[in-house]
């Protein structure tokens, strides 16, 4: 099993993106489920991370333009980003804690990433 993103793309500095990201062969069983990112040549950070119970924590330089959102009827989780900046460059990752198949339960699921990259 697998988390599968989209969304990525090029946007102008002060746009928007939605980042998507759903799990292949599974459900979502955890309130623990992120965004991450990681640029070229730096570590990878938290962007976004959902915790067991439930509170939505973000990264201060995020703080009130990134959104995670969860659609339980979809599967899905998002990652809404406005006022975008060129600092914001990066691939973005999806992370679950916990995954249910119909077999038994993958934990510390990652996605392959999305680029995102935001233009001056």
């Known amino acids: 099993v697998q988390l599968v993103e989209s969304g990525g793309g090029l946007v102008q500095a002060g746009g928007s993106l939605r980042l998507s990201c759903a799990p292949s062969?599974?459900?979502?069983?955890?309130?623990?489920i992120g965004w991450y990112r990681q640029a070229p040549g730096k570590q990878r950070e938290v962007v976004a991370a959902?915790?067991?119970?439930?509170?939505?924590n973000y990264t201060d330089s995020v703080q009130g333009r990134f959104t995670l959102s969860r659609d339980h009827a979809k599967n899905t989780v998002y990652l809404q980003m406005n006022s975008l900046k060129p600092e914001d460059t990066a691939v973005y990752y999806c992370?679950?804690?916990?995954?249910?198949?119909?077999?038994?339960?993958?934990?510390?699921?990652w996605g392959q990433g999305t680029q995102v990259t935001v233009s001056s």
């Open positions: 992370n679950a804690a916990s995954i249910r198949t119909p077999w038994q339960y993958e934990y510390d699921v």
């Open positions: 062969g599974g459900t979502f069983s955890a309130n623990a």
């Open positions: 959902g915790s067991s119970g439930g509170r939505i």
